[in-house]
């Protein structure tokens, strides 16, 4: 018999692997506000059809103005990925990871 769980909701709110926030989900964000980690689950931004599933963690935040881009690295496959910060997110962390120069 197959599994009859459904894991994959659309609205997508969450429970943070990381840090055990309660994160609710907007339908941009997919990351913890919190401590800003995500998780692999794009291939391309928002079809959630990568099969990694892995946590991604924050290691470079970007700021364009007054906006700020976190860079997110897989931490099993090492994929990169860009994503918006959100209002939500915790603007501390966000300019910790700002100060971090980013390794190629
Ligand atoms: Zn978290
Ligand atoms: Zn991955």
Not at 33 to 61: E, F, Q, Y
């Amino acid at each position: 018999m197959r599994e009859s769980k459904k894991f994959q909701k659309r609205s997508e709110d969450f429970t943070c692997e990381k840090c055990g926030a309660k994160v609710k989900g907007t339908g941009f964000t997919n990351h913890c506000p919190k401590c800003l980690w995500s998780r692999h689950m794009d291939v391309n931004p928002g079809d959630r059809a990568s099969t990694c599933r892995a946590m991604m963690k924050p290691i470079a935040a970007i700021s364009y103005g007054t906006e700020y881009v976190l860079v997110h690295e897989c931490v099993k496959c090492g994929h990169r990925k860009r994503n918006k910060t959100s209002p939500e997110d915790s603007m501390e962390l966000v300019i910790h990871y700002s100060s971090k120069p980013l390794k190629d």
